[in-house]
C-alpha cells in the first residue's frame, strides 16, 4: 500500500531545496489527505509542525535540514516508503496551560517541550507553587520557573541544569530559572498526572509572562499547568536512532 506523503519544509535553502527534490521523486498531497506527514528543518521546524497539526492526529517524520535536528531523522531521498513503513512511533502528550491575566481573561495553550514563567522587568518574580491543591512552596524568588515534559527536557529545561528524563518515565520536571531563595533549591520531579498551580506574588510590582512553546501570555496572575491526555501526538522514527534512545543517551553526553 503506498503511503501518501505531505512534505513541508522550513524557509532555510538546505529544507527548500530538499523540499523540491523529494517532491520530484515522491508524490506530495495535502495534508489533509495525507497519511504522513514529512517535516524538513531543523527541531523549531518541528515544534511548529506539530502545533500546526496538533489536533489532525497526523504521524510526522521529520528529516534533519536544520542545525540540531534532535528530533529528527537523518536526511536521505532514498527509500522513504520503506523507512516510513518500519518506522517506530513514538507517542508524545503536550501539557495544557491555563492563564489568567491581570485583567481577568483566561488563556489556554498547549506545550510540547516546556511551560515556563519568566519576570518581565528587573524585579525578580515571587511565584507560589501548590501541587494537586497542596502548597508545596510558599514562594519562590528568581527568574522564574518551567514545567518540562521528557521531550522537552533536553531543550531549555536543561540550559537551567534541570533532570533529562526518559521517555515513558511518567513525571514531569519542576525547575527554577536562577532561584534567588530558595537559593539551593534545584527542582522537582512529579508524577506526569499531577495538577500544578502558579499564583504570582506582588504581580503588580513584579509582573511575570507565562510562555508555552512559542505562545507568550504577558502579566499573568495565575497559571495552571497538566498533562492533556486527551491529545496524542505520534512522531516516527528510524529504529536505530530514536527519540528514546536519544533522550537516554544525553545522560551520558559530556
Given at each position: 500500500m503506498?503511503?501518501?506523503?505531505?512534505?513541508?519544509?522550513?524557509?532555510?535553502?538546505?529544507?527548500?531545496?530538499?523540499?523540491?527534490?523529494?517532491c520530484e521523486r515522491y508524490e506530495n498531497y495535502p495534508i489533509e489527505e495525507a497519511d504522513v506527514i514529512v517535516?524538513?528543518?531543523?527541531?523549531?521546524?518541528m515544534l511548529a509542525t506539530l502545533h500546526r497539526n496538533i489536533l489532525t492526529n497526523k504521524p510526522i517524520f521529520g528529516m534533519n535540514r536544520g542545525t540540531v535536528g534532535f528530533m529528527m531523522n537523518e536526511y536521505s531521498e532514498d527509500d522513504l516508503d520503506e523507512r516510513i513503513a518500519?518506522?517506530?512511533t513514538q507517542e508524545l502528550h503536550p501539557l495544557r496551560m491555563r492563564a489568567t491575566t491581570f485583567t481577568g481573561d483566561d488563556v489556554e495553550y498547549l506545550a510540547i517541550n516546556e511551560v515556563s514563567l519568566l519576570r518581565e522587568t528587573r524585579q525578580a518574580a515571587k511565584i507560589h507553587i501548590a501541587v494537586d491543591g497542596k502548597e508545596r512552596m510558599p514562594e519562590l524568588i528568581g527568574?522564574?520557573?518551567?514545567?518540562?515534559?521528557?521531550?522537552?527536557?533536553?531543550a531549555y529545561n536543561l540550559s537551567a541544569h534541570g533532570p533529562i528524563i526518559p521517555i515513558g518515565?511518567?513525571?514531569?520536571?519542576?525547575?527554577?530559572?536562577?532561584?534567588?531563595?530558595?537559593?539551593?533549591?534545584?527542582?522537582?520531579l512529579l508524577p506526569?498526572?499531577?495538577?500544578?498551580?502558579?499564583?504570582?506574588l506582588e504581580s503588580d510590582k513584579r509582573p511575570v509572562s507565562a510562555v508555552a512553546d512559542m505562545q507568550?501570555?504577558?502579566?499573568?496572575?495565575?497559571?495552571?499547568?497538566?498533562?492533556?491526555?486527551?491529545?496524542?501526538?505520534?512522531?516516527?522514527?528510524?529504529?536505530e536512532h530514536n527519540l528514546a534512545e536519544r533522550i537516554f543517551l544525553e545522560q551520558f553526553a559530556h
Open positions: 503506498t503511503i501518501k506523503l505531505a512534505i513541508v519544509a522550513s524557509r532555510t535553502h538546505d529544507a527548500q531545496v530538499a523540499r523540491q527534490n523529494l517535516a524538513l528543518g531543523g527541531d523549531g521546524f518500519r518506522a517506530e527568574d522564574g520557573l518551567m514545567i518540562a515534559t521528557p521531550a522537552g527536557s533536553t518515565a511518567g513525571v514531569l520536571a519542576l525547575t527554577p530559572i536562577s532561584a534567588f531563595r530558595p537559593r539551593r533549591w534545584r527542582g522537582a506526569h498526572e499531577v495538577v500544578i498551580d502558579l499564583t504570582i507568550e501570555v504577558r502579566d499573568v496572575q495565575r497559571v495552571s499547568i497538566h498533562e492533556a491526555r486527551d491529545v496524542k501526538l505520534n512522531l516516527l522514527f528510524d529504529s
